[in-house]
Protein backbone atom coordinates (compact mmCIF):
# COMPACT_ATOMS: atom_id res chain seq x y z
CA UNK A 1 0.00 0.00 0.00
CA UNK A 2 2.56 2.11 0.81
CA UNK A 3 3.93 1.43 -2.97
CA UNK A 4 1.01 2.82 -4.31
CA UNK A 5 0.82 6.04 -2.62
CA UNK A 6 4.07 6.80 -3.38
CA UNK A 7 3.28 6.23 -7.05
CA UNK A 8 0.20 7.87 -6.55
CA UNK A 9 1.92 11.10 -5.60
CA UNK A 10 5.08 10.73 -8.17
CA UNK A 11 1.96 11.13 -10.42
CA UNK A 12 0.38 14.17 -8.98
CA UNK A 13 3.80 16.06 -8.26
CA UNK A 14 6.35 15.29 -10.25
CA UNK A 15 10.45 16.53 -9.60
CA UNK A 16 12.98 16.59 -11.18
CA UNK A 17 13.93 13.34 -9.02
CA UNK A 18 12.35 11.05 -12.00
CA UNK A 19 14.34 12.13 -14.81
CA UNK A 20 18.22 12.41 -13.57
CA UNK A 21 21.48 13.00 -16.22
CA UNK A 22 24.58 10.39 -14.92
CA UNK A 23 28.15 11.53 -15.12
CA UNK A 24 29.06 8.89 -17.83
CA UNK A 25 26.49 11.38 -20.27
CA UNK A 26 24.03 8.45 -20.41
CA UNK A 27 20.56 9.33 -19.49
CA UNK A 28 18.69 7.92 -16.66
CA UNK A 29 15.32 7.35 -16.98
CA UNK A 30 13.45 6.38 -14.25
CA UNK A 31 9.56 6.31 -15.44
CA UNK A 32 7.45 3.65 -15.15
CA UNK A 33 9.50 1.78 -13.15
CA UNK A 34 12.16 1.44 -16.07
CA UNK A 35 15.72 2.35 -15.43
CA UNK A 36 18.09 2.58 -18.35
CA UNK A 37 21.91 3.99 -18.49
CA UNK A 38 22.86 2.20 -21.30
CA UNK A 39 24.26 4.47 -24.48
CA UNK A 40 21.38 4.61 -26.82
CA UNK A 41 22.52 5.27 -30.82
CA UNK A 42 18.96 7.47 -31.17
CA UNK A 43 19.68 9.31 -28.09
CA UNK A 44 23.04 10.09 -29.34
CA UNK A 45 21.60 11.12 -32.47
CA UNK A 46 19.16 13.13 -30.89
CA UNK A 47 21.78 15.22 -29.60
CA UNK A 48 22.74 16.28 -33.12
CA UNK A 49 19.37 17.31 -34.44
CA UNK A 50 18.97 19.71 -31.46
CA UNK A 51 22.55 20.67 -32.87
CA UNK A 52 20.91 21.48 -35.79
CA UNK A 53 17.95 23.43 -34.38
CA UNK A 54 20.15 25.66 -32.80
CA UNK A 55 22.23 26.60 -35.64
CA UNK A 56 19.05 27.35 -37.32
CA UNK A 57 19.01 24.49 -40.05
CA UNK A 58 15.53 23.45 -39.43
CA UNK A 59 14.75 20.96 -42.54
CA UNK A 60 18.56 19.52 -41.52
CA UNK A 61 17.28 18.68 -38.13
CA UNK A 62 14.00 17.37 -39.51
CA UNK A 63 15.70 14.84 -41.51
CA UNK A 64 18.17 14.05 -38.66
CA UNK A 65 15.18 13.36 -36.08
CA UNK A 66 13.79 10.84 -38.73
CA UNK A 67 16.57 9.23 -39.02
CA UNK A 68 17.31 9.02 -35.11
CA UNK A 69 14.04 7.33 -35.18
CA UNK A 70 14.89 4.75 -37.49
CA UNK A 71 18.27 3.80 -35.82
CA UNK A 72 19.05 1.34 -33.29
CA UNK A 73 17.21 2.19 -29.86
CA UNK A 74 14.28 4.11 -31.63
CA UNK A 75 11.77 2.24 -30.76
CA UNK A 76 12.60 2.84 -27.23
CA UNK A 77 12.29 6.57 -27.15
CA UNK A 78 9.99 8.43 -25.19
CA UNK A 79 6.68 9.76 -26.75
CA UNK A 80 8.40 13.47 -26.12
CA UNK A 81 11.36 12.30 -28.46
CA UNK A 82 9.01 11.83 -31.16
CA UNK A 83 6.58 15.25 -30.43
CA UNK A 84 9.82 16.90 -31.68
CA UNK A 85 9.09 16.39 -34.69
CA UNK A 86 6.12 18.24 -35.82
CA UNK A 87 7.39 21.39 -33.86
CA UNK A 88 10.57 21.39 -35.99
CA UNK A 89 8.42 20.83 -39.12
CA UNK A 90 6.27 24.49 -38.39
CA UNK A 91 9.85 26.01 -37.37
CA UNK A 92 11.18 24.58 -40.86
CA UNK A 93 7.86 26.35 -42.60
CA UNK A 94 6.18 22.78 -43.26
CA UNK A 95 3.41 23.49 -40.52
CA UNK A 96 1.04 21.25 -42.59
CA UNK A 97 2.96 18.16 -42.66
CA UNK A 98 4.29 19.38 -38.86
CA UNK A 99 0.18 18.92 -37.88
CA UNK A 100 -0.11 15.80 -40.05
CA UNK A 101 2.78 14.31 -38.14
CA UNK A 102 0.73 15.48 -34.70
CA UNK A 103 -2.59 13.33 -35.80
CA UNK A 104 -0.25 10.24 -36.56
CA UNK A 105 1.12 10.32 -33.27
CA UNK A 106 -2.49 10.81 -31.97
CA UNK A 107 -3.50 7.80 -33.85
CA UNK A 108 -0.98 5.83 -33.19
CA UNK A 109 -0.81 6.79 -29.14
CA UNK A 110 -4.22 7.15 -28.62
CA UNK A 111 -5.46 10.57 -26.96
CA UNK A 112 -2.65 11.39 -24.49
CA UNK A 113 -2.20 14.61 -23.09
CA UNK A 114 0.98 14.98 -23.67
CA UNK A 115 0.68 15.09 -27.97
CA UNK A 116 -2.75 16.99 -27.02
CA UNK A 117 -0.82 19.56 -25.14
CA UNK A 118 1.78 20.31 -28.27
CA UNK A 119 -1.29 20.53 -30.17
CA UNK A 120 -2.34 23.20 -28.21
CA UNK A 121 1.21 24.70 -28.48
CA UNK A 122 1.82 24.35 -32.21
CA UNK A 123 -2.19 25.94 -32.81
CA UNK A 124 -0.93 29.08 -30.86
CA UNK A 125 2.30 29.42 -32.70
CA UNK A 126 0.02 29.53 -35.89
CA UNK A 127 -1.96 32.49 -33.64
CA UNK A 128 -5.26 29.97 -34.22
CA UNK A 129 -5.94 31.52 -30.23
CA UNK A 130 -9.33 29.79 -30.53
CA UNK A 131 -8.44 26.58 -31.89
CA UNK A 132 -5.81 26.44 -29.21
CA UNK A 133 -8.69 27.12 -26.36
CA UNK A 134 -10.66 23.87 -27.91
CA UNK A 135 -7.57 21.71 -27.11
CA UNK A 136 -6.28 23.34 -23.49
CA UNK A 137 -10.31 22.15 -22.60
CA UNK A 138 -9.42 18.81 -24.34
CA UNK A 139 -6.40 18.55 -22.59
CA UNK A 140 -7.46 19.21 -19.40
CA UNK A 141 -10.11 16.93 -19.53
CA UNK A 142 -7.91 14.04 -20.79
CA UNK A 143 -5.24 14.55 -18.07
CA UNK A 144 -8.42 14.83 -15.26
CA UNK A 145 -9.22 11.26 -16.88
CA UNK A 146 -6.00 9.72 -16.72
CA UNK A 147 -5.66 10.84 -13.23
CA UNK A 148 -8.99 9.53 -12.03
CA UNK A 149 -8.13 6.22 -14.07
CA UNK A 150 -5.26 6.04 -12.06
CA UNK A 151 -6.80 6.80 -8.69
CA UNK A 152 -8.76 4.05 -9.29
CA UNK A 153 -6.06 1.39 -9.96
CA UNK A 154 -4.26 2.39 -6.98
CA UNK A 155 -7.22 2.67 -4.50
CA UNK A 156 -7.93 -0.99 -6.35
CA UNK A 157 -4.48 -2.38 -5.48
CA UNK A 158 -4.41 -0.93 -2.29
CA UNK A 159 -8.23 -2.94 -1.23
CA UNK A 160 -6.57 -5.99 -2.90
CA UNK A 161 -3.26 -6.33 -1.99
CA UNK A 162 -1.03 -9.47 -3.01
CA UNK A 163 -0.21 -11.37 -0.35
CA UNK A 164 3.71 -11.34 -0.32
CA UNK A 165 3.78 -14.58 2.32
CA UNK A 166 2.00 -17.81 0.86
CA UNK A 167 0.43 -18.31 3.86
CA UNK A 168 -1.42 -14.97 3.68
CA UNK A 169 -1.12 -11.53 3.91
CA UNK A 170 1.52 -9.68 6.54
CA UNK A 171 -0.88 -7.39 8.35
CA UNK A 172 -4.63 -8.04 9.34
CA UNK A 173 -7.66 -5.50 9.29
Not at 26 to 38: H, M, P, T, V
Request: with cysteine.
Amino acid sequence: MLAALKNFFTVLFPSSRNRQESNSGGSIFLRAGIESNATNPARECLKEATALKKEGKYLDACNKLRDCYSLEGGQHLMLEEYLRLPMYLQLAGASDEGWKELNTLLKKYGESPLIINKMRIFLEKEKKFKQAIVFTIWNICKDIEDRQSHLNSIIDQADNPEPTDPDGPLYEF
